[in-house]
């Protein structure tokens, strides 16, 4: 886990962890560069309480797979 997933399953009660890592597990990144995807949770990101109106918006982030570092897109995993 990231440092800021570390911090907020530290200060915040369980139930409102595993809600905010299962909203955050309907996401994934997508890198920009050769398309590899991997789970936001994995990635160290959190989403929650955030409206599907907002469906994909960018990022960056280190690529496990290219291992470049560079644009990501942040899309639902689950259609
Ligand atoms: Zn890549």
Same mark, same amino acid.
């Given at each position: !886990?990231?440092?800021?997933?570390r911090t907020i399953t530290a200060i915040?009660?369980?139930p409102m962890?595993?809600? !905010?890592? +299962?909203?955050?597990?309907?996401?994934?990144?997508?890198?920009g560069a050769c398309g590899?995807?991997?789970p936001l949770w994995e990635a160290g @990101? $959190?989403?929650y309480?955030?409206?599907a109106t907002a469906s994909v +918006?960018?990022? $960056? !982030?280190?690529c496990p797979n290219c291992g470049c570092l560079r644009d990501a897109v942040v899309e639902? +995993?689950? @259609?």
């Open positions: !886990m990231k440092l800021l997933q915040l009660p369980a962890v595993e809600r !905010m890592r +299962s909203e955050t597990n309907r996401w994934q990144v997508r890198c590899a995807t991997q @990101g $959190i989403r309480k955030k409206t +918006s960018a990022t $960056i !982030m280190a639902r +995993s689950d @259609g």
